[in-house]
């Protein structure tokens, strides 16, 4: 019998006169092949293994960038959105960094309409604009912010003004969760540029949990609102709350996560946006 192999490289040639092939020569090919092909394999498992991002080296930033991306509200950044809240009906529309967030309320046979957009805040009282002085304009603006600002978070969290810092993690009724706190930068962080935020984010999901804040608009104050119920709208992620507050006003910011677990806070109130609607560009 007649045979002839060629190797070059990682290439093999193997040429016969017959079919009568020495089986231990067949073998031994076998075993060649067998093991590249194994080394080859655990090559390319370590090199995926080392490219994998341990969950323990994540920053405040690629949390809240995969936050941003689970929740879906990245979509709304060219969308209409409108939701009743308690007796009002909201409107946002956003477009490639334009928006204008809308608020309506009809008492009696009058609809009043406070448009806060790119050019400033307006307040329209039965289809005719109304003169209110800058200081009330200013008491309106941060209340319709407010309430859009809430409803669609974390969407607005990579603003220019948002400072991230990872504070740990933590652990709350068995779940665990990744600590971060928002401040923002004196320019473009608008008139409530001092305000603090501390959001925990669960490290199974990357969804938000509970959110902490310290405000010093109407007197300042501190509160604390669980994740209640969570609606899925064409793709996105909107969320409820339970709303508290500490009974002793004295408390850091940095410990109301623990202060919750003990039954330490106040329940106030509840926010439920109702008859959600998105409209995609």
């Known amino acids: 019998m007649k045979f002839y192999i060629y190797l070059h ?19 031994l090919l076998i075993n060649f092949l067998f093991m590249k092909s194994l080394f080859i394999l655990c090559f390319v498992s370590i090199f995926l293994f080392s490219c994998k991002p341990s969950e323990n080296n994540l920053s405040a930033q690629e949390i ?16 209409t959105l409108s939701f009743n809240f308690r007796d009002k009906y909201y409107v946002a529309s956003r477009n490639n960094g334009s928006f204008e967030l809308n608020r309506v309320l009809i008492n009696n046979n009058d609809t009043i ?65 990744y600590k971060i706190e928002i401040t923002f ?21 990357f969804k938000i949990g509970f959110v902490a804040y310290r405000y010093n608009t109407n007197g300042g104050g501190i509160r604390f609102r669980e994740v209640r119920k969570e609606h899925f709208i064409a793709g996105v992620s909107l969320v409820d709350y339970n709303n508290y507050k500490p009974i002793n ?9 623990r202060i919750f677990q003990k039954g330490e806070l106040e329940k106030i109130s509840e926010i439920k946006l109702e008859d959600i609607k998105i409209i995609f560009n």
């Open 185 to 205: 930068s004196k320019e473009n962080g608008g008139v409530d540029y001092d305000d603090i935020f501390i959001y925990w984010i669960k490290k199974e999901n």
């Open 64 to 79: 809240i960038d995969a936050s941003i991306r689970v929740s879906g509200v990245d979509k709304i950044a060219n969308a």
């Open 9 to 27: 490289k990682d290439t093999f040639l193997l040429r016969l006169n017959n079919c009568n092939l020495d089986v231990t020569i067949i073998t």
């Open 113 to 177: 309409i406070d448009v806060l957009s790119n050019s400033g805040f307006k307040r329209i009282k039965n289809s005719k604009p109304l003169q209110i002085q800058d200081a009330m304009a200013s008491k309106f603006s941060e209340s319709v912010n407010s309430v859009h600002y809430f409803s669609i978070l974390p969407y607005g969290l990579n603003d220019k003004a948002v400072q991230k810092k990872l504070l740990g993690e933590s652990k709350i009724k068995g779940d665990k969760y």
């Open 249 to 257: 006003s004295s408390i850091k910011l940095n410990n109301l996560d």
